[in-house]
């Protein structure tokens, strides 16, 4: 077993793997930013080292500077969190080159996978549904409108490199596509320095379910069960539960020993997640995330298996402790992501935290890494804290979840638990009834109606 990991992150992740190290008796080290000097995981670690300005590319980006601070305090092992450099072929590779275990998946899969026009083509051997689409990366836009033609309008053309929404446009017709696939590609190069583009079927209303899957690299390999990610906003997820209130037991037994078949097959090694698209009854593979996910918690709460430790066992060289029989699904779980961000016009909201009180009580957990005079920097990603709750059916959960937030202060700053609380009114959603345009037409609609009512 490893004896000191490094962890290459920041905030409520990097506390959440500082926790998992010290129960399992091994040390910690967090780099950080000098933004981050003050951060919670920063002081619970057993040590820490400064890589870096608050910029990304200065510090949380900068690959020799953290192979550098693994090198200076003897760490066995690098874990990079969520986002930065999880996903990144060249840190994993340059990781095991340097003689430090990279707590993720190998680089070859980590490559093959973050491809998502070669991902899709290593799903479909293994069996993955896929929606109709191009074979591959688009030539031009040419090549694109002839085979938009094929698939049918309208289409949604994709960053290859993409993520987080960008790079990302639907063509509804023969006359905008160009239009669209040029402005997709410029926006996938602004953002990622790779404008290539692929594409496939536009589905209308469909639900965004995740498969979480963990294999040991030895040719063991489970599922744990389905999220429901669907509540978004500008593919953004605001809330996840677990399981889907969409699927029926027939219908999440088929997709989870699927994606678990498949990455038996793969060989894969830690955990990992299979996106879908579900409509009408049927899955369509969008992508495969290589890393932990920022909603594991929810899946944590239902199958009582703690994701971080089952990820540094793996790396670690040990096989899985349990077969797919020995995974149980007890209850319903929500997590609500608290953003730093005004709560209607989503703005973001840096800035001292004046007064901060968790929520408690049976079911509760808060994944968080903010405090009593806290300033959250406007250098990164907006989450402050996940409210994840956990109850024995769908209806309990959801008066938990309310009751958690009303519980909830965060002074000095907006955030967005007034939009969790407005969902969490609505009726179709309390009825399980919405898709990934669900969030943003509710909003659409509750803005017109307040412009209707100024007038």
Not at 4 to 13: M, Y
Not at 217 to 240: F, M, P, T, Y
Not at 384 to 406: C, Q, S, T
Not at 409 to 421: K, W, Y
Request: aromatic content about 8%; charged content about 25%.
């Amino acid at each position: 077993m490893f004896k000191k990991i490094l962890i290459a992150n920041r905030g409520e992740i990097a506390l959440r793997v500082v926790r998992a190290c010290r129960e399992m008796g091994i040390e910690s080290v967090v780099v950080h930013s000098t933004a981050d000097e003050s951060g919670m995981a920063v002081r619970m670690a057993d040590e820490s080292v400064c890589i870096g300005p608050p910029a990304s590319r200065q510090s949380y980006l900068n690959i020799p500077a953290i192979l550098s601070a693994a090198a200076l305090t003897n760490a066995d092992a690098i874990h990079p969190g969520i986002g930065f450099l999880s996903e990144n072929e060249e840190f994993a590779r340059m990781v095991e080159e340097h003689g430090f275990t990279f707590i993720g998946p190998t680089p070859e899969h980590i490559a093959k996978m973050g491809d998502k026009a070669v991902a899709k083509d290593t799903v479909r051997e293994l069996g993955l549904p896929l929606i109709p689409g191009s074979d591959g990366i688009i030539k031009d836009a040419d090549e694109g409108l002839k085979i938009a033609k094929e698939i049918g309008f309208p289409v949604l053309i994709k960053a290859v490199a993409g993520g987080g929404g960008k790079g990302m446009k639907v063509a509804r017709s023969e006359d905008e596509f160009k239009a669209c696939y040029t402005m997709a590609s410029s926006e996938a190069k602004a953002a990622f320095g790779n404008g290539a583009m692929y594409m496939e079927r536009y589905l209308s209303n469909p639900r965004h379910i995740e498969i979480q899957v963990l294999g040991d690299g030895q040719g063991n390999a489970v599922h744990l069960g389905e999220r429901d990610c669907s509540i978004q906003r500008r593919h953004q997820k605001v809330i996840e539960e677990c399981p889907s209130p969409a699927l029926t037991q027939e219908q999440r037994n088929f997709i989870g020993e699927l994606a678990a078949d498949c990455v038996r097959k793969m060989n894969y090694r830690g955990v990992g997640t299979m996106e879908f698209l579900f409509e009408d009854g049927k899955f369509y593979f969008l992508e495969m995330n290589t890393r932990l996910q920022v909603e594991h918690p929810i899946t944590e709460m239902v199958t009582g298996i703690d994701l971080v430790r089952e990820q540094i066992l793996v790396a670690a060289g040990n096989k899985l402790r349990f077969t797919q029989k020995d995974i149980t699904f007890k209850g319903h779980a929500f997590e609500c992501r608290i953003n730093a961000e005004h709560p209607e016009t989503f703005v973001p909201s840096p800035g001292k935290i004046n007064r901060y009180h968790a929520p408690g009580g049976f079911g509760v957990r808060v994944d968080s890494a903010i405090y009593d005079g806290y300033s959250v920097p406007p250098h990164y990603d907006s989450l402050v804290a996940k409210v994840i709750v956990h109850a024995d059916n769908r209806e309990e959960g959801l008066m938990r979840v309310e009751r958690a937030l009303g519980e909830t202060i965060i002074d000095g700053i907006f955030t967005n638990i007034q939009l969790h609380e407005r969902i969490l009114q609505e009726p179709e959603f309390r009825a399980g009834q919405f898709n990934i345009h669900w969030l943003e037409k509710m909003l659409a609609r509750k803005q017109e109606e307040q412009k209707k009512a100024a007038s």
